[in-house]
């Protein structure tokens, strides 16, 4: 199969919702079979907004920009580039975690997480010495953003007990629908709010019965940063590192996340194109369970939350 360098395109209603290897290949300018398009999607040659997309079940969505390059260098696969850790020393590590990745496995047959990777990275730049990670908060498989492991036990007891009395630093950037004012959420969320979903109790169903033991208290402060077309970019800050907390937060509100695929059964309004959910862990800072220093990183955008981001600036 003769390849040209590049192909570009943008999914319309026609293909959205199809496979990325069938969009490789309805794509390719000569007859290319489905194992040549699998294979070129996992030998990185196929990227969704502006990020190397391997997995050829993926999805796409209407908006969606593809780049096809037959020409592009192999990828190594399950391999965390090495400018993906942000601060590391003897005791902790901090790493910018890429979309579609686990943080750590949720299953005993959970492989190729994105502590599997770092271990491995570790590796290979520091030795076999201190790869021993201790996994003290999560970030959700389409999130991005900073995250930070302990290397010692002693590391990881310190950084345990500063999240359990909320003094960590969380910030994160996050696209969601519609006009989204300041305001402070603060509930009790449980496994199954009433209709299968995690959820706030009380929201999706009233009930006089008292809080459950098992609910979990959420507190989320949301604040707008800039109107956009039909969203808005807001800053969330945490007290408390719940599972999908502002993304349940968000959605009870009104405001489902850009990209948001579970908590949306309420929504009634159209849902804007986005290649995952679009939530950004931007801010992290803690006191150094060692030298008692205070720390405190930023993490710029992705590519993909930022042409998003572009897609919808007002002016």
């Not at 502006?50 to 209407?62: E, F, K, N, Y």
């Not at 208290?217 to 970019?233: F, N, Q, S, W, Y």
């Not at 948001?260 to 009634?268: H, I, M, N, S, T």
């Amino acid at each position: 199969m003769q390849a040209p360098t590049r192909i570009d395109l943008e999914i319309d209603a026609s293909v959205a919702g199809r496979t990325l290897a069938d969009v490789v290949r309805r794509s390719m300018p000569e007859p290319c079979s489905w194992n040549q398009a699998r294979e070129l999607c996992k030998r990185g040659k196929v990227s969704c907004n502006g990020s190397i997309q391997t997995d050829a079940a993926a999805r796409v969505q209407l908006g969606d920009r593809i780049s096809i390059e037959p020409n592009a260098a192999r990828v190594r696969e399950h391999v965390l580039p090495a400018s993906s850790i942000v601060f590391v020393d003897a005791h902790v590590v901090v790493v910018n975690k890429p979309a579609g990745l686990m943080s750590v496995p949720f299953d005993s047959g959970d492989k190729n997480t994105l502590i599997d990777r770092l271990r491995a990275l570790l590796r290979r730049t520091h030795g076999a010495q201190g790869t021993e990670l201790g996994a003290v908060q999560r970030l959700d498989k389409d999130t991005t953003g900073l995250l930070v492991f302990a290397r010692t036990l002693a590391a990881k007891r310190q950084l345990q007990e500063a999240f359990r009395v909320h003094a960590i630093e969380r910030r994160y950037v996050a696209l969601a629908h519609g006009s989204v004012a300041e305001r402070r959420f603060e509930t009790h969320l449980v496994t199954n709010r009433g209709d299968g979903l995690r959820g706030s109790f009380g929201h999706f169903r009233r009930s006089r019965a008292p809080v459950p033991a098992d609910a979990q208290r959420a507190v989320t402060d949301v604040r707008p940063l800039e109107a956009l077309r039909g969203a808005t970019l807001v800053e969330c800050q945490l007290s408390t590192g719940r599972q999908h907390q502002i993304r349940i937060h968000l959605s009870e509100a009104g405001h489902p996340l850009l990209g948001e695929q579970v908590y949306v059964r309420d929504y009634g309004q159209p849902l804007l194109a986005a290649p995952r959910i679009m939530l950004h862990a931007a801010v992290l800072g803690f006191e150094h369970p060692v030298t008692r220093r205070s720390v405190r990183f930023e993490q710029a955008w992705p590519e993909d939350f930022a042409e998003v981001y572009a897609r919808l600036k007002c002016g």
